[in-house]
Every structure is written in structure tokens, then in C-alpha cells.
Nanobody, 128 residues
């Protein structure tokens, strides 16, 4: 399993932007399909964005479409979640996840059960 480290997170004003990063050790993201999940109090953990290991396919939850962008930097072995026009409902603990078990380079995983490696989570709070 890859070890995932998520620095970043914090408190941001409504409408502002924030970029989360997820660095991998013990593997390269070019071999892993990856995703970003968030868990808000009283809600289920949900996938907000995911990308195939080829990088050619991506998924966004309707609630973040047009505002969030998932990307990868192969040289730095890092996955990013760029968040813009942030809203109070974006407040949550954000987790990155990775799986090496994608059968196809275009597979995108949106369920928690699809991932075997998880970061420790980072708190994002959007102040209204």
C-alpha cells in the first residue's frame, strides 16, 4: 500500500480558494487511481473528485463541479485538489485515497471500498 501524506487544509473565507496536496511514498501515482473524499459532521464520507491512473478520466461530485479540480504532478508524485469559490458547505475533513487495483487505465473509483490506501485527513473550514 502506498503511504499518503496530506499537508495543508485550514481556515478560508467564503469565496476564497485553497489547494490540498497528497504526497505518496512507496509507490508512484502513475500506477494508482486516486480520489479525494470529504467527511462533514453528520454526513457520510463522499467522493468529491477522482482521477484514473492514466490521468485521462476524472469525476466530480455535482456539488463541486466547476469549482474543484483534481490533478497530478508525476515529477513530484503528488495529487492536488484545487478548490475555488469555496462555500460553508465545503467544510469537512478531506482525505486523499489511492488504489493500485484498477484494471483499466481509465477506471475511476467513487466508492470508499474501491481504495486501499488513505491519507490521515486534513480539516478544511470555510468561514461564513
Amino acid at each position: 500500500q502506498a503511504q499518503l501524506l496530506e499537508p495543508g487544509g485550514g481556515l478560508v473565507p467564503v469565496g476564497d480558494s485553497l489547494r490540498l496536496s497528497c504526497a505518496a511514498s512507496g509507490g508512484t501515482f502513475s500506477s494508482y487511481a486516486t480520489g479525494w473524499f470529504r467527511h462533514a459532521p453528520g454526513k457520510e464520507r463522499e467522493c468529491v473528485a477522482a482521477i484514473s491512473y492514466s490521468g485521462s478520466k476524472s469525476y466530480y461530485a455535482d456539488s463541486v463541479k466547476g469549482r474543484f479540480t483534481i490533478s497530478r504532478d508525476k515529477a513530484e508524485n503528488t495529487v492536488y485538489l484545487q478548490m475555488s469559490d469555496m462555500k460553508p458547505e465545503d467544510t469537512a475533513v478531506y482525505y486523499c485515497a489511492a488504489t493500485i487495483y484498477a484494471l483499466r487505465s481509465t477506471d475511476v473509483f467513487t466508492e470508499k471500498s474501491g481504495y486501499e490506501s488513505w491519507g490521515q485527513g486534513t480539516q478544511v473550514t470555510v468561514a461564513s
